[in-house]
């Protein structure tokens, strides 16, 4: 399994709210948000980790350089207007079989992360696997419709109807087959990944929902505490 990080993002609510230290190296529980996915992934079978740094994170690279990895690391050095383009930078790693790619900010527990990995790995009759959770404290939310039966995803909604349950938690696990389409939403001038995962529906790719208790992001100097207090539960 290869693994993916997006962490090109400036941080720029956490800029305005006084903090300076880049987003990747934020504390939670005395660990980095960059270290603490690179642990996870390197004790969830991980075959390389691949990472995307915006330009002006000179700091965040020197951490990741001074790493010691069981693991190949790819590392890329690049500004992008989006999560998506951040993917698709990510993507030439990510053609060689099953992958999971988040965003840095992510936070959730360990013991729920690593049977979400497993149960990808065996699954074969999925082209993705999203992790989905009915924790909402997000201020936009990409509200997931499942099949609640197979738990296949249906839709991925800007606003909820009422009946939506979960919302994406920006963990996804996904096959080579999700390439082509990102390729396509790049060459359509579409952006954003919310957008890139309609794409993978509008192409019949099978996506299920794998759900989460809890999925915390860090986007405000209010979540470092959340997400802490979530952790040490």
Known sequence: MNYAIIAAGEGSRLVQEGVRTPKPLI?????????????????????????????????????????????????????????????FELSKFLSGGKFCLTTVDTIFKEDEFAPYIQAFIEDNTCDGMMAVTDYIDDEKP???????????????????????????????????????????????????????????????????????????DVDHVGDIEKAEAFLNE
Request: glycine share 6%; with cysteine.
């Open 27 to 87: 504390k939670i529980n005395e660990v980095p948000l960059i270290g603490r996915l690179i642990y996870l992934f390197e004790k969830n079978g991980a075959e390389s980790i691949s990472i995307i740094v915006n330009e002006e994170m000179t700091e965040v690279r020197e951490y990741i350089k001074n790493l010691q990895l069981n693991v190949p690391l790819n590392i890329i050095i690049k500004s992008t207007e989006s999560s998506m383009h951040s993917f």
């Open 142 to 216: 990409l509200y997931v419709a499942v099949d609640e039966k197979k738990m296949t995803i249906t839709d991925f909604l800007d606003t909820t109807s009422g009946k939506e349950k979960y919302i994406s938690g920006g963990i996804y696990c996904l096959t080579p087959k999700s390439i082509a389409t990102l390729n396509n939403c790049l060459s359509a001038g579409i952006s954003r990944m919310r957008n890139f995962q309609r794409q993978l529906i509008t192409d019949g790719l099978n996506l299920k929902a794998y759900p989460f208790k809890k999925i915390v």
